[in-house]
């Protein structure tokens, strides 16, 4: 599956499940980790959970496996590893703590709010 249909699809599913200001990060060029950096805020942990869950189960339906799921249990973010999709869900105190979007983005960066 290439990246811009795994990104819509890991989009298309927290929109769907009601995650909160999805943003998204073209990191292509600035990493050679991956391409995309999805952060989005979830209204608990178990909500959190809850998203990282559904976006596994529906990108495991179209025949792709998570390469990781770190922090399920309780915290208040949750990071899965798609390879060129990397989705970070916290609860808004975590977001507002860490600024993954601050970090990541440079001037002139486009990315969708």
Same mark, same amino acid.
Request: glycine fraction near 8%; hydrophobic fraction near 40%; charge should be negative.
């Given at each position: ?7 819509? @699809? ?7 499940? $009601?995650?909160?200001? /999805?943003?998204? =990060?073209? +990191?292509? %060029? ?20 809850? @998203? ?7 990108? $495991?339906?179209?025949? /792709?496996?998570? =390469?990781? +799921?770190? %922090? ?29 979007? $601050?970090?990541?983005? /440079? ?7």
């Amino acid at each position: 599956m290439q990246a811009e249909q795994l990104l819509k @699809l890991v989009e298309t599913e927290l929109d769907e499940r $009601k995650a909160h200001q /999805v943003a998204t =990060l073209d +990191v292509r %060029g600035k990493t050679s980790i991956t391409d995309f950096m999805v952060v989005a805020t979830a209204t608990s942990t178990r909500h959190a959970k809850s @998203l990282c869950d559904y976006v596994v189960e529906k990108i $495991k339906e179209n025949g /792709v496996q998570p =390469l990781g +799921v770190e %922090g399920e249990s309780g915290s208040d973010w949750v990071l899965v590893d798609l390879g060129d999709v990397v989705l970070h869900v916290m609860t808004g105190q975590a977001r507002e703590f860490y600024q993954l979007e $601050k970090l990541w983005s /440079v001037a002139g960066d486009k990315d969708k709010q």
